[in-house]
């Protein structure tokens, strides 16, 4: 009769344990391979719990039992079910003894038969296997590995399993003699591990004088500074000593005094670092360098097994992959030489349970889609796409950390990454203790296949995968991002690193300080907040067959290309008409090719010190025509220029302003009761106003109209808009509109079309991919023969409500498509069928609010394309404290910031419209 016994780790999970069974019936005797060499029916597994050690159980015993009688359980069924029990195996016998992994001893690649297997001499018919998954957890330093062994009773001596008490009931026996002797115990290491691990052993084992050592300036690594200091306060508060800066060094009697030990500790435990434990792996696949001393298996970014030289470890003949390396076994990262990490293809990911099991989906779903192309002969997937291996990416969940203090006590950190002090500590406390258990228990049900544990942790990782590129990083191309960063990967590209509030920015450059509450960079907030990627560079080509975007990265000389599912583009717009490139002050210059030819080519504003160092200049020459009481002309009279020429005015008093304008009167079509309002204020601080006049700076007759004969000592033009929508291809844009043309052409539902109304960019089932939404569109749907009140579309203005409204339509329009295509889904909830929304007219376009200096405005409500339409509802003091409010809250909500998304979350997501062109219930 044969006997097993399973040594099982103390840290070793049920599913590990299951993977254990599974190989054995395989492996059910003895074998004799090509190299001579035998073995006993070797079984294997994988070890798991480096990174998630049962701590818990070494102090609180009762843990310990939950987890053997599970073990029990699923050794029982093992003896029960034919489909595991191995044919030969009539006992089985569970041990958890002190120590022991669970270990793979090799592992080769041959061909056989045409397939890939050990080639094995005296059992030709032993299993193979086509397709190959490792993934087992790198193991702490300290470890020892055993092996699975069968042993055949009456030949040869039984191994019996050592005496006395379980691993967890003797770990836990001598913590509780240390706590008896009060004794001295030093933790070396304050990552997430050590802080845990001194926590539950001060609150149940509290007669024990703690200290704990780091080499870093703050405990829990490079976590945020906020939950380090909540960590170390915890510490302080229950009596456990903590040395930063301190590095462990037991040989030096100097450093034992620096840590208040002279004498040593009684006991020592080291929670640092993690160690490869790939024995089985050839090494031309293991790195070289790498944590612990390097052995992780190299991998390519679709996780395929590669070999030191870069080429595929394990391919067949037709060059797919056939190995994966997943989780902590792996190397962690794909490195790119010259770059930093934020510039890798794979930045390095932690050692955690998450970014594991979100490798093995994108493995899983690899082999998927290579077992259709080899052995069904497909080629498309159901959408009619290529099929092809995916590339890894850096998972979002790979930056919680969920940190132990006690069994009363914890905090969360979300956001987290590769760079130092990243991350947000969100949760914290009893909460934060009560989260914690909630995940280690629903967790541990889906690892042992239990209902409830899969049905909360499914769609973590098996969220839907399609890719959404969004050409913009203002107030559209956030918009899209906040609402479909959670269940899409969405990356935002712009040709700046930073947002800035353009409606605030003319105040920036009469008071620059007031620049940093217009402003924030864009890749903490994309990527920190809200979990997407940002790319900063300049898109130089879009292709719709392809679904790619060609674009240069800032850091780069040479051109890149990414490719999408779905495209929004929320380019904006520049805001000089007259210039080739649209240059103007309220807007920075981005474009690579417009810099040389512009007016500040010193000055680079792609870069936020570029923008300051700009707002400064223009400042310091508004300040030199103050001292000199210069003369200037400001042309246009819309509420850009109003505004431009009464924050002048306010700030540098001493300037001679003038203001003209082709219309009859300021503020262009809106009502005059606003108009006259500015014309009263302008008139009472001594601006000049000059309406029905045309500019015209050739003409001396024109510049002795408006009293100045001279001349003017500056201009400020202050009329129109220019597209900048220079990588789409000619087709897509338009022949006329403001500024000469070049604005996106789209249909009603914001689908990019061509100039022959063909729908463009559309898949096999002719569902729009790419959309345009914003400023850099043209604005409206036109109608032969009719007028702007009969378009489908009337004119809408260039300003960041609508843009943000055509954001949501397309958003749910893309959710929409999804539905139909990838969900195989053909009505909504409520049952009517699903179909793309069009736009409407919004609402909030007719909403205007311009300043007359800091102390005075006026606001527009129920303005449209026709003229002296509108209600001028709010003026005064009041009106300026509302203008303050609307900017503040709003750049608050772009930065992801929880206030200002409470504020406006429903001014775009209106469940019920009441009045106006949306749909009755919503988008």
Not at 501 to 525: C, E, N
Not at 684 to 690: C, E, H, L, R, Y
């Amino acid at each position: 009769m044969k006997e097993m016994t399973l040594l099982v780790d103390t840290d070793t999970e049920l599913h590990d344990v299951q993977e254990a069974h599974i190989k054995f019936q395989r492996d059910e005797g003895p074998r004799i391979y090509e190299d001579g060499t035998a073995d006993e029916g070797r079984s294997s597994a994988s070890s798991a719990g480096a990174g998630m050690p049962c701590m818990r159980a070494m102090v609180k015993p009762m843990e310990w039992a939950k987890i053997q009688e599970k073990l029990s359980r699923f050794a029982e069924k093992a003896l029960l079910d034919p489909h595991i029990r191995p044919k030969s195996l009539k006992k089985l016998q569970l041990q958890i003894p002190g120590e022991g992994w669970l270990s793979v001893k090799e592992a080769a690649v041959k061909p056989f038969g045409g397939m890939f297997s050990r080639k094995v001499v005296s059992r030709p018919e032993d299993p193979f296997w086509r397709l190959c998954g490792v993934s087992h957890f790198g193991s702490p330093p300290s470890m020892k590995t055993h092996e699975l062994k069968a042993v055949q009773r009456g030949g040869g001596e039984e191994k019996s399993p050592p005496p006395g008490a379980t691993g967890g009931e003797r770990r836990y026996n001598f913590i509780k003699g240390l706590n008896d002797k009060s004794a001295k115990v030093l933790v070396v290491g304050a990552g997430f591990i050590g802080v845990e691990w001194v926590t539950e052993i001060q609150h149940f084992f509290p007669n024990v004088k703690l200290t704990i050592i780091d080499f870093l300036p703050q405990p829990l690594g490079p976590l945020p500074a906020k939950a380090a200091k909540y960590c170390e306060k915890y510490m302080n508060k229950v009596g456990i000593k903590q040395f930063y800066n301190t590095k462990y060094d037991a040989k030096n009697p100097e450093f034992w005094k620096s840590i208040d030990m002279v004498s040593g500790p009684d006991k020592e435990y080291v929670c640092i670092g993690v160690k490869a434990s790939n024995y089985f792996m050839p090494k031309e696949t293991l790195s070289e360098k790498g944590p612990g001393g390097g052995g992780w298996i190299l991998m390519n970014q679709n996780l395929s097994v590669k070999t030191r030289d870069g080429k595929l470890w394990g391919a067949d003949d037709k060059g797919f992959p056939r190995i994966y390396a997943v989780g902590d076994c792996n190397y962690g990262c794909i490195e790119e030489a010259g770059k930093k990490p934020d510039d890798w293809p794979l930045p390095p990911i932690p050692k955690i349970s998450y970014p594991g099991e979100e490798m093995c989906i994108v493995a899983c779903t690899n082999i998927e889609k290579i077992d259709r192309l080899l052995f069904q002969s497909k080629t498309v997937d159901c959408c009619g796409d290529p099929l092809k291996v995916w590339d890894m990416h850096w998972p979002w969940g790979a930056g919680m950390f969920a940190t132990s203090l006690g069994p009363d006590d914890a905090c969360f950190v979300a956001g987290a990454n590769w760079q130092k002090n990243s991350g947000l500590m969100c949760v914290w406390g009893q909460v934060c203790a009560v989260q914690k258990e909630f995940i280690e228990a629903s967790k541990t049900d889906e690892c042992a296949y239990g209902f409830i544990g899969r049905c909360i942790w499914y769609f973590v990782h098996h969220t839907p995968v399609r890719r959404v590129l969004i050409i913009g990083g203002s107030f559209s191309g956030l918009a899209a991002g906040r609402d479909l960063g959670s269940h899409y990967l969405v990356t935002i590209i712009d040709a700046k690193e930073y947002f800035e509030y353009t409606p605030g920015v003319l105040r920036a450059y009469v008071k620059p300080k007031h620049l940093d509450a217009l402003t924030f960079t864009l890749q903490p907030v994309i990527e920190t907040r809200m979990g997407c990627k940002f790319i900063w560079g300049e898109v130089k080509e879009l292709n719709a067959e392809q679904k790619t975007a060609t674009y240069k990265p800032i850091f780069t000389t040479e051109r890149e290309t990414i490719d999408f599912d779905y495209c929004i583009i929320a380019a904006g717009c520049n805001f000089g008409p007259f210039h080739k490139w649209g240059e103007s002050l309220w807007f920075p210059t981005i474009h690579e090719d417009a810099r040389p030819e512009g007016s500040w080519p010193h000055l680079d504003e792609r870069y936020l010190e570029g923008r300051r160092r700009h707002v400064l200049e223009e400042f310091n020459f508004l300040k030199s025509l103050h001292d000199k009481s210069a003369t200037c002309l400001v042309v246009g009279a819309g509420f850009i220029g109003v505004e431009w020429a009464t924050e002048i005015q306010h700030f540098f008093p001493r300037v001679k302003l003038t203001i003209i304008d082709f219309l009859p009167q300021p503020l262009g079509p809106l009502p005059a009761t606003a108009a006259k309002y500015c014309e009263k204020y302008m008139n009472k601080v001594g601006i000049k106003q000059f309406c029905n006049t045309k500019y015209d700076a050739k003409n001396p007759e024109f510049w002795k109209s408006i009293d100045l004969p001279n001349g003017p000592d500056k201009e400020y033009v202050c009329i129109g808009v220019k597209a900048s929508n220079y990588f789409m291809p000619k087709e897509t844009l338009s022949e006329k509109g403001p500024g000469g043309g070049g604005w996106i052409l789209m249909n009603q539902n914001l689908s990019v079309k061509t100039r022959d109304g063909k729908l463009w960019g559309a898949d096999e089932k002719g569902f729009p991919r790419i959309y345009a939404v914003g400023d850099c569109n043209y604005g409206c749907i036109e109608e032969a023969g009719k007028k702007p009140d009969d378009w489908p579309i009337p004119p809408i203005p260039k300003i960041s409500y609508p843009g943000e409204e055509m954001c949501i339509v397309a958003c749910t329009n893309i959710e929409k498509t999804d539905r139909l295509l990838f969900q195989s889904k053909t009505v909504d909830c409520c049952g009517d069928p699903l179909k793309v929304w069009d736009m409407h007219w919004p609402w909030g376009a007719g909403m205007f609010a311009t300043s007359l200096g800091p102390d005075d405005a006026c606001f527009v409500a129920g303005a449209n394309w026709q003229k002296n339409s509108g209600l001028m509802c709010v003026w005064g003091q009041v009106c300026a404290v509302q203008k303050e409010f609307i900017e503040a809250s709003k750049t608050d909500e772009c930065a992801y910031g929880f206030i200002g998304r409470c504020i406006w979350y429903f001014v775009h997501h209106t469940p019920v419209h009441l009045f106006g062109g949306g749909p009755r219930w919503g988008y």
